[in-house]
């Protein structure tokens, strides 16, 4: 599985936690028990499904955290390993291979954060088997779906946007990538077997404030659309320029996505 650094993670972490969907989260609590859950959480890296949803849970509340990355799982037990009195437990383990091996219908519920997008729908479809299977509610964040937009607007943002969601498609570890279909199709699969989603959009804002994420972001996909066959003067001056309209106070952003939790119905 393609791996993303600590300092990265650090960077977006306040965007996903403002643009969290409530609603949706408030309907996965409903159905995560009062008193003593155990959670299990999906590619965790850093802990940001910790950070997002430890106020809502109680605080003898247990996690299991997995990733593939061992470093990552090392830095969210160092940030949330003491935090209440519940238990932080992490495991790496390479979902692509060995999703069958998590204890799914030992825990109470299943979360997952900026994850979905990444896999392939063989993989998908084995995820939504062992959820349904267990008979366990899931709740899966900020998965992107393809929506970006800016404001002030230039000549080379639908290009740019176009590369960034055919970069999506390609092969993160899983086989190719549902990218921005992804959360869609997670749902579908959920309500054919059965089971009732809630859904919600949860866009990033990036305004300028958000200086050091955006330098970062807009880098990386610079990177993007020139592999895509933008060139790279067209490139430098579209980056440059969204970067001089953020000095200058004047510049958002919003990238799309979208938030679900899936749970059994009635009768499951």
Known sequence: MSGFSSAWLALREPLDLAARDQAVEAAFMQRVPSAAPRMLDLASG??????????????????????YDHGLLEVAT??????????LATLGIDLASDVEALPFSEVDAISTSAF??????????????????????FLASLS???RIGFEPASVLDATMRDALNHDQLSDKGFGKALGPGAAARAIDLFRC?????VQGPSDWEIGPSNT???AEF?????????????SGEQVEAWRSGHLDQAGAGRFRCTVGHIDFAAFPGQGS
Do not use: H, I, M
Not at 46 to 56: E, P, R
Not at 124 to 133: A, F, K, S
Not at 193 to 197: F, I, L, M
């Open 193 to 197: 077997a059965g089971y009732q989603v």
């Open 78 to 87: 160092s940030r949330w390993s003491t935090s209440g009195s519940g238990d």
């Open 46 to 67: 850093a802990g940001s499904t910790v950070a997002a949803l430890k106020n809502q849970l109680p605080e003898d509340t247990s996690w299991l955290l997995t990733d």
């Open 116 to 137: 979905l997008d990444l896999v392939s729908e063989p993989f998908l479809q084995r995820l939504v088997n062992c959820v349904v299977e267990a008979g366990k509610p």
């Open 144 to 146: 992107y779906d393809g």
């Open 218 to 230: 807009l880098s990386g996909w610079s990177r993007v659309g020139v592999k895509y066959g933008a």
């Open 212 to 214: 050091g994420f955006l």
